[in-house]
């Protein structure tokens, strides 16, 4: 089985803050990591590869510093990391994304064919969700979204069996590879790295495509200039007012609970 | 020809999803400001009558394909379904709900169009000047707001959240054209077959609750969740989470309240050893009241809070409870 997987590295959000003067981000000392939903994209490739044989590859986009997650990959099992890195591809939005990752999933598949492609349900500094529908619209394959579960059923026909999240339950859904999936927490647990692999990952230097080598992108498609959305403006939320604020110690436990009763009453709860 | 406003009717079983009737009242105002008209598309398997009640819920015109291959929501005819009709009407603007059908189906449908998409959407509207729709969503966990346009290219496109806009006013003497359309797709062709359903034992109404009794990681530990279901129970409404109490396992995902989360909008919502951090703040701070316990005065959540009382839940929660079934008690007897 031919898989490609297409992880994002991502400030670690739970540690972001904002100047509240200028209201900008401070990146500062923001470490970054693999999009989380990723990591159990490249799980499944792993536990796939364990069960089956697999050869995996593993893409990325972003600036060279996210080279360290295809380090990561590695330790994974990746078997080809590539890093499509080029200051054109700067500022993209999902549209301009998805065109520059499938037209070098398209590049890498002539070598050969992928059977499956997988990719986390959002990125968690955009929480966006629209790459990975925009790269199955753009191969032509079919798309399958918040997946929980994979299971292959016939490895000849390459049948396999995808559990799909919705809102009200479980779908059981049924496709002949290729297909692509974007993966839910559920999907599947990291694994331990075996040793030889975190030494492998070490010592990787992944492969960097740009926007001329070896794929002559259309410029106009890339980065800023192919993103048809724009950034109008930029601003802090605004607090609503806040209301009374009573210590519990100073009004008793009893007056409490009357507060609460009374609003439940007065807006018609009880 | 008047600028189009199109609104994307989710359906499941002939039930729709409120969040398109919220899109639909909103798209009326944007259509009101563009001089243009509110449509909706509705697509599935025998519902003429979701046709019907999009009239009533404002709909100045229904496109509708009907067809068994539609019986149930799949990405591939769904999509296809809404390209065709966008290539041949060219609408301005193309609204869907960010409900996981939503968020499936329009990455899909802006990518073949070539146009943009802004997720999560919670405000929409018009620049006076460049009468293009200014879409704005939280960002970097909810820190900041974005607004974001989509100036040269059309249908410009956005999924929104439940209930982010009021549910409009039903009028079923509203009258307006229905347009039947072909999918022109054979369930040959379509890759994806879906051969079972695993229905989930409860559903979650998160974001339509009138009440929501919420818990963040002051509870302490899981139990803590059981007087949260009890007292939740005794007012008609639903428990709620904060990421922290789901990350610590003691409640699932789908309670969870927040960017990464439900938008709700209850009349009132209870945040109890909730901090109020910016991430849990923006899917709550709509609720008509916010009552909030919590043993830190400084706690964030108290400068939203309507009532803030600075003290141990486990000290108000039991006599609550108490106080509540008596309550009822008489309210019956
Ligand atoms: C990208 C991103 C997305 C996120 N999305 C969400 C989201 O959707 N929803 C969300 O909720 N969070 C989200 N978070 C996490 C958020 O930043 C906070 O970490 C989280 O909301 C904190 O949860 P908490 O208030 O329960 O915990 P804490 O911040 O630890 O607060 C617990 C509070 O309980 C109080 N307390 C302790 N004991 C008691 C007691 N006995 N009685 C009363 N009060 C007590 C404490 O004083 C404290 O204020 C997100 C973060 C990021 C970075
Ligand atoms: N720059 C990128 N490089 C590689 N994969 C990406 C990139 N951006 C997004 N993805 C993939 O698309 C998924 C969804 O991202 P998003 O649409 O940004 O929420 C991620 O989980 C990744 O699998």
Redesign the interface.
């Known amino acids: 089985m031919n898989i490609l997987v297409s992880i994002k590295q991502v400030p670690d ?1 739970t540690n ?3 100047n509240p003067e200028t ?1 900008t ?1 401070v990146r500062e000392g923001v470490p970054s990591i693999v999009n989380p939903y990723d990591v159990h994209a490249l799980a499944l490739a792993s536990l796939l590869k364990r069960l089956y044989g697999a050869h995996i590859t593993v893409i990325t986009m972003g600036p060279p510093q996210a080279e360290e997650a295809l380090k990561e990959a590695v330790e994974f099992g990746a078997d080809r990391v590539i890093l499509l890195s080029d200051r054109k591809f700067a500022g993209a ?3 301009a994304t ?1 065109y520059t990752l499938a037209e070098a999933i398209k590049y890498l598949a002539q070598e050969a064919p992928f059977d499956l492609f997988l990719f986390g349900k959002q990125a ?11 790269v ?3 191969l032509g394959v ?5 997946a929980v579960k994979l299971e292959i059923i016939d490895q000849e026909k390459k049948e396999v ?1 995808v559990h799909r ?12 590879l290729p ?1 692509l999936i974007t993966c839910d927490k559920e999907i599947a647990d990291p694994p331990f790295s075996p040793l030889p692999e975190l030494i492998k990952a070490a010592q990787t230097k992944p492969e960097i495509f740009n926007a001329q080598r070896p794929i002559p992108y259309k410029r106009e498609k890339l980065g800023l200039k192919g ?11 605004q ?2 007012s ?8 100073e009004i008793g ?2 007056e ?6 009374a ?2 009453k007065d ?4 | 020809m008047k600028p189009l406003v199109w609104v994307f009717v989710e359906q499941e079983e002939g039930k729709v999803h409120p969040v398109s009737w919220e899109l639909l009242g909103k798209a009326g105002e944007l259509a009101q400001e563009l001089d243009g008209v509110a449509e909706a598309l509705v697509l599935g398997h025998q519902v003429e009558s979701v046709a019907r009640e999009a009239i009533s819920y404002g709909a100045d015109k229904v496109y509708l394909i009907d067809d068994p291959v539609l019986q149930y929501y799949r990405n591939e005819p769904y999509a296809q379904g809404v390209i065709n009709l966008c290539k041949k009407y060219k609408p301005e603007i193309l609204l869907l709900g960010a409900t996981p059908v939503g968020r499936d189906l329009a990455g899909s449908i802006a990518t073949s169009l070539e146009t943009g998409l802004t997720a999560d959407v919670t405000g929409l509207e018009i620049d006076p000047k460049s009468k293009n729709l200014i879409m704005t969503r939280p960002a970097f966990g909810g820190n900041i707001m974005a607004s974001i346009i989509c100036p040269n290219h059309r249908p410009q496109m956005s999924t929104v959240r439940p209930r982010t806009f009021p549910l409009p006013t039903k009028d079923p003497s509203r009258q307006a054209e229905i347009i039947r359309e072909e999918l022109g797709l054979r369930e040959e062709e379509i890759r994806v077959k879906r051969v079972d359903f695993i229905p989930k034992d409860k559903v979650v109404n998160l974001e339509y609750a009138e009440v929501i009794v919420a818990g963040g990681r002051g509870l302490g530990k899981a139990q803590g969740f059981s007087l949260l279901k009890e007292l939740a129970q005794l007012l008609g409404g639903e428990v709620g989470a904060s990421r922290a109490a789901v990350d610590a396992g003691w409640i699932d995902y789908e309670y969870q309240v927040g960017q990464t989360g439900k938008t709700v909008r209850p009349k009132v919502y209870l945040a109890l050893g909730i901090s109020g951090a910016i991430q849990h703040r923006v899917g709550m701070q709509n609720a008509d009241f916010i009552i909030a316990v919590n043993t830190d005065p400084k706690a964030p959540i108290f400068r939203i809070a309507d009532l803030g009382l600075v003290g141990d839940l486990y000290q108000i929660l039991p006599p609550l409870i108490e106080a509540i079934k008596k309550e009822r008690g008489h309210g019956k007897a």
């Open positions: 959000t972001i803050r904002i209201g981000l939005d999902t549209l998805s968690i500094d955009g929480d966006t969700a629209q790459v990975g529908p925009g199955a619209r753009r079919p798309l399958i979204t918040y069996i999240k919705t809102a009200s339950g479980v779908e059981v859904l049924k496709v002949t297909v993103s048809p959305t724009r950034v109008h403006r930029v601003y802090t939320p607090l609503k806040a209301g009374d604020i009573l210590f519990v110690s436990v009893s409490a609970v009357e507060k609460i009763i609003v439940l807006r018609g709860i009880l």
